[in-house]
Nanobody
């Protein structure tokens, strides 16, 4: 079982930046795909960004050009750099990993953007 631990959330003013981290308990060699999702109160969980083991990335239209997903294979960690934050980015952000056709989730980290 893959354990994921997120960190880096917090309170930031609109226009500011945050970097989220997600540390995996296993080597990235065995993890095919990692992603960040978010869920705001009253909304469904949505995909924010993803990255494959080959480094291919994908972004939701609402964050493209502002957020960047990256991975450090040596540290088994995936990052989400969030710039130009907006009030509508306020949500709990969850890390997700895919290994052996099974998805794993972290516990989530709160991001609050004040306008």
């Amino acid at each position: 079982q893959v354990q994921l631990v997120e960190s880096g959330g917090g309170l930031v003013q609109a226009g500011g930046s945050l970097r989220l981290s997600c540390a995996a308990s296993e080597s990235f060699f065995s993890i095919m795909y990692m992603a960040w999702h978010r869920q705001a109160p009253g909304n469904q969980r949505e995909l924010v960004a993803s990255i494959t083991s080959a480094g291919a990335t994908n972004y939701a239209g609402s964050v493209k050009g502002r957020f960047t997903i990256s991975r450090d294979n040596a540290k088994n960690t995936v990052y989400l750099q969030m710039n130009s934050l907006r009030a509508e980015d306020t949500a709990v952000y969850y890390c997700q990993a895919l290994r052996d056709f099974t998805y794993y989730w972290g516990q989530g980290t709160q991001v609050t953007v004040s306008s």
